[in-house]
Nanobody, 122 residues
Framework: QMQLVEFGGGLVQAGGSLRLSCTAS????????MGWFRQAPGKEREFVAR????????YYADSVKGRFTISRDNAKNTVSLQMNSLKPEDTAIYYC???????????????WGQGTQVTVSS
């Protein structure tokens, strides 16, 4: 598995933007599907977005589609999540994750970062 570290979280007002980044080490980054998940207090961890390695296809949860954009830079071993038009319900700990299997389920991702807090105020 890879070692992943997220950064870029913080406090933002509704309608604002944040950009999260994740740096990977320990494995061949380009071979992994990379994703972002989030977990709010008392909630299950949920899929946010993922990006494949082949044609760099992207997939998004319906709740963030049109607002969030995932991207990756294989040369830098990084994956990012640009979050625009943030809503209070986006408040959660956001986790970077990697998978050699793919799919939207957290169980398919073997490598996880420690998370970064995103708080969106009303």
């Amino acid at each position: 598995q890879m070692q992943l570290v997220e950064f870029g979280g913080g406090l933002v007002q509704a309608g604002g933007s944040l950009r999260l980044s994740c740096t990977a080490s320990g494995r061949t980054f380009s071979a992994y599907v990379m994703g972002w998940f989030r977990q709010a207090p008392g909630k299950e961890r949920e899929f946010v977005a993922r990006i494949a390695w082949g044609a760099s296809r992207t997939y998004y949860a319906d709740s963030v589609k049109g607002r969030f954009t995932i991207s990756r830079d294989n040369a830098k071993n990084t994956v990012s999540l640009q979050m625009n038009s943030l809503k209070p319900e986006d408040t959660a700990i956001y986790y970077c994750a990697g998978s050699l299997v793919g799919g939207p389920r957290a169980a398919n991702f073997d490598s996880w970062g420690q998370g970064t807090q995103v708080t969106v105020s009303s």
